[in-house]
């Protein structure tokens, strides 16, 4: 019989032990899990905040990126000024003489004088451009100012030394 009770008490002792054992390591494992997620909200804020400032970055870069060929966007016009020229590139990807121009600008994007950003302008889906600038055909150029006001139109500069040489 005394076997038996020392039997008892020491299944008793092992899951009181165990349970002990679970309790604490439990509470460790529940902190480590909240101080994980605190440390998860506190890097996603400095990611939200690193995403904002990269956002910022490229805003600035936009409004800065100069000698270059790229997609037309209205905001791109304010780039112009009395030291740096914009001109729409009025293209037409079905065009023979758009894409030959296209493909000289490109393979000469290096030769792009700092002072000049080219946008590159869809004939096909620009009504409202065309309208306000009397484009009428493709492969037609606008040189504007900041305000989007045309200072000069000209058409069929083949190559981007053609181009360069008809900008004010």
């Known amino acids: 019989m005394n076997k ?25 494992d529940t902190a480590m899990m909240q101080k994980n997620n605190e440390n998860a909200v506190e890097l996603s804020a400095q990611d939200k905040v690193m995403a904002e400032k990269k956002e910022e970055l490229q805003d600035k870069e936009v409004m800065m990126k100069a000698g ?15 030291t740096h020229a914009v001109v729409l590139f009025f293209r037409a990807s079905w065009c023979p003489t758009c894409r030959a121009a296209d493909a000289d600008i490109k393979a000469n994007l290096s030769k792009i004088p700092e002072s000049l950003t080219i946008l ?39 190559t981007l030394s053609a181009l360069v040489a008809e900008v004010k």
């Open 68 to 82: 270059s060929y790229e997609a037309y966007a209205p905001e791109k016009v304010a780039l112009a000024s009395s």
């Open 4 to 28: 038996n009770i020392g039997i008892v008490i020491g299944i008793i002792v092992l899951v009181v032990a165990g349970g002990v054992y679970i309790s604490m390591n439990s509470e460790s």
């Open 120 to 158: 590159d302008v869809n004939y096909d889906d620009s009504a409202a451009l065309k309208q306000k600038y009397g484009v009428t055909y493709q492969h037609t150029f606008t040189q504007v100012d900041k305000d989007g006001n045309l200072i000069k139109k000209w058409s069929g500069s083949p």
